[in-house]
C-alpha cells in the first residue's frame, strides 16, 4: 500500500506555487482534483494517470467528489509549449517508420506510468524529412532517445539549454 499522507494546509500551499499560481482563490484542500481533458488524478500531492486509477491499486480515502481542473500536461498541450524536441533522421527511419513510431508510442506509455505529465505531443515532418517529436518534459526527449539508441543503435546528440527549459535530443541512423 501506498502512504496515505492527510492533506495539509502546507500541502495546498505548496501545490499552489508548483501551478505557477494559477490559483488565486483559496479552496478546501481535502478533495482530490480530477484533469477534465486526460482524466489524470491529483492526489497525495502528486498526478496519477486515470488508467492507474481505474486499476484501483492506489485508492485515496479522499477519492471524491474531485474538482474539475485542467492538468499542467494538458495546459501544456493547449497553450503548444514543448519542453522536449526529439529529431530523427536517416535511411534507417525510411525503411523502419513504424518500428520507430512503435517504440517511442510504447517508451511513452511506459514513462506515464512513472508521470503522467510527461506525454508525447506532436509528430510531425519538418521540411528536411526529419521526423520531430515534441515532448512535455525535458526527461521524456532524454528517454525517448535513450530507447532508440538501445533498440536500434545509431547515433544520439542531446542538447540542453538550462535557460529555456528545453532539451533537443537528435537521433540519426543510416
Ligand atoms: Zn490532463
Redesign the pocket.
Known amino acids: 500500500m501506498r502512504s496515505r499522507k492527510r492533506y495539509t494546509n502546507a500541502t495546498f500551499t505548496k501545490r499552489v506555487d508548483h501551478e505557477a499560481g494559477r490559483h488565486h482563490t483559496p479552496r478546501a484542500p481535502v478533495e482530490p482534483e480530477v484533469?477534465n481533458?486526460?482524466g489524470?488524478v491529483y492526489s497525495d500531492r502528486r498526478w496519477v494517470a486515470a488508467a492507474e486509477v481505474r486499476k484501483g491499486n492506489r485508492k485515496h480515502k479522499h477519492w471524491h467528489p474531485a474538482q474539475a481542473v485542467?492538468?499542467p500536461?494538458?495546459q501544456q498541450q493547449k497553450v503548444g509549449i514543448p519542453r522536449g524536441f526529439l529529431y530523427l533522421e536517416g535511411a534507417f527511419l525510411e525503411t523502419h517508420r513504424n518500428e520507430v513510431r512503435r517504440l517511442l508510442r510504447n517508451e511513452a506509455d511506459r514513462a506515464a506510468e512513472d508521470n503522467p505529465l510527461a506525454r508525447i505531443m506532436k509528430w510531425e515532418t519538418d521540411e528536411s524529412g526529419r521526423l520531430v517529436v515534441s515532448t512535455t518534459t525535458q526527461h521524456l526527449a532524454q528517454r525517448l532517445g535513450h530507447a532508440l539508441e538501445k533498440a536500434f543503435s545509431g547515433k544520439v546528440r542531446y542538447d540542453f539549454s538550462h535557460e529555456n527549459e528545453l532539451a533537443r535530443v537528435s537521433w540519426h541512423r543510416d
Open positions: 484533469c481533458v486526460c489524470a485542467v492538468c500536461a494538458c
